[in-house]
């Protein structure tokens, strides 16, 4: 049964301060809003992810239209009217569930994310709370006015989870207004099972907020360094590929596959960083299936795997070594093709290029190297 997330990233997050945006600030070297990504896209049984930004957000339409994981669909004027611009977009998929959460909260857990699933198989709707513990108070005017039972209280978090079409008929029949999406569903009489919270599953509102969640990634942060170098001799032909784009030549390169240099190089840093050997190791290029294949191949694998393994790609930075053909004019087309197929926003990789001053095996136009960095970050 496939469960879908919906992230609600339309918000402007004024009090966070910073200038930005709160969801788009930077957080323990990325921005809040790929911590949160990267968490669902990492789970296991997640189906279709719907991303709901401000119309206004141009750069982020730009950056996370190219991934084929996400869909994207406009803010309302208020939260409730983003979560149901982004429910309509699940309309037509195979989702049966779905998760809604603020994308605030970059520090949710693999633990939490599968608890609220497993108990949507019991209930129509589930979302994590905290108990309450401190004492309450009233104040006014900086000072104590009266105090609060504090029994069966519950700090709401998310991710919440809903049978689908159940929340989906919920906010439909709610005039608005609602403090989150459990409200919705109570009045429209679905019971909400209470699944014990996190602690560190805290939403970014206030600046001092940022320094928390930057603690609490970086004490689970694994980030893993591969790199990987490859060389292909020419031969004839009248193009190469280089980094998934056909690049006219008056020869060809010859090697493994299509002999796309950057694209090996790239795959065996992924495998590196992993601890999973290189290419020969998964694609032994003494099987004949693979005798002039589309490099993508390797690629795709190397990312899946990352992910299986609970690893997200932060960035890959790969630098050709040529003196012909010239890749600049090819450059963003090369970035634009790894990114769709690893499944990550072109502004993570950098394809660039170099000569080796006309010294060496490339110096001298006999062929083409490739060396290639990727950074992973898991946790």
Not at 53 to 72: H, K, S
Not at 111 to 116: E, F, K, M, R
């Amino acid at each position: 049964m496939d469960t879908a997330v919906l992230l609600v990233a339309a918000g402007r997050g004024q009090r966070a301060g910073g200038g930005l945006p709160k969801q788009w600030r930077p957080l323990a070297g990325r921005r809040v809003a790929d911590w949160t990504l990267d968490a669902f896209r990492a789970a296991p049984g997640i189906g279709p992810i719907v991303l709901v930004l401000a119309p206004g957000d141009t750069a982020a339409w730009d950056e996370f239209g190219a991934d084929p994981r996400l869909t994207l669909t406009k803010g309302g004027a208020d939260r409730a009217a983003s979560v149901r611009n982004g429910l309509a977009a699940l309309e037509g998929t195979s989702a049966e569930r779905v998760l809604i959460h603020d994308i605030a909260r970059p520090c949710v857990s693999q633990a939490l994310i599968a608890v609220v699933i497993a108990a949507l198989d019991e209930a129509p709707a589930a979302a994590p709370g905290l108990a309450v513990t401190d004492a309450l108070w009233t104040g006014a005017e900086g000072a104590v006015t009266g105090t609060r039972d504090r029994e069966g209280l519950f700090a709401a978090q998310t991710p919440q989870g809903f049978q689908l079409e159940a929340i989906r008929a919920a906010h439909a029949a709610h005039p608005g207004g609602a403090a989150d999406d459990v409200e919705v569903a109570r009045a429209a009489g679905l019971r909400v099972a209470i699944v014990p919270g996190e602690a560190d599953n805290l939403k970014i509102t206030r600046p001092e907020d940022f320094a928390r969640a930057e603690r609490i990634l970086r004490q689970d942060m694994d980030v893993r360094l591969g790199n990987g170098y490859d060389v292909h001799r020419f031969g004839p032909g009248d193009h190469v590929m280089l980094c998934g784009v056909r690049v006219h030549h008056d020869r060809g390169l010859q090697g493994h596959s299509d002999a796309d240099v950057g694209m090996h190089a790239i795959t065996d840093a992924i495998y590196g960083a992993l601890a999973q050997g290189d290419i020969g190791r998964h694609f032994p290029p003494s099987d004949p299936q693979w005798k002039g294949a589309d490099s993508a191949i390797f690629l795709r694998h190397a990312g899946d795997l990352a992910r299986q393994m609970g690893f997200q790609i932060s960035n890959i930075d790969c630098t050709l070594v040529c003196e012909l053909p010239k890749i600049g004019p090819y450059a963003l087309a090369m970035a634009d093709r790894l990114a769709q197929i690893l499944g990550i926003g072109a502004a993570r990789i950098s394809v660039k290029a170099t000569t080796s001053e006309r010294l060496g095996f490339t110096g001298r136009g006999e062929g083409i190297a490739a060396i290639a960095t990727a950074a992973l970050i898991g946790g």
